[in-house]
C-alpha cells in the first residue's frame, strides 16, 4: 500500500477524535481500512504459501493450511 494512503487513513483517524466526519470521507476511511487489510492479509498469506515445515528427520514439507 502506498505511503500517501498510510498517511490520509491516519488523517482521517486523527479528524475522527476531535471532528465528526461528513459522510464521504467515512466512506473513504472505510474503503482505505479495507484495502490496507486486503493489502496486510495478502503478505501475511505469501509468507504462508512460502513456509516449510523441516521434520526430525530432515525432510522438508510445504505448509497447507488445513482442508487444502
Known amino acids: 500500500m502506498e505511503q500517501a494512503k ?17 459522510d464521504e470521507e467515512q ?3 472505510a474503503r482505505l481500512r479495507r484495502e ?3 493489502a496486510v492479509m ?7 504459501d512460502n513456509l516449510v515445515i ?4 530432515g ?3 510445504t505448509f497447507r493450511q488445513k482442508g487444502d
Open 6 to 22: 498510510i498517511e490520509r487513513i491516519n488523517e482521517l483517524a486523527r479528524k475522527a477524535k476531535t471532528d465528526l466526519l461528513s
Open 27 to 29: 466512506l473513504e476511511r
Open 54 to 57: 523441516i521434520d526430525e528427520d
Open 59 to 61: 525432510n522438508r514439507h
Open 42 to 48: 495478502g503478505n501475511l498469506q505469501r509468507q504462508i
Open 36 to 38: 490496507y487489510l486486503d
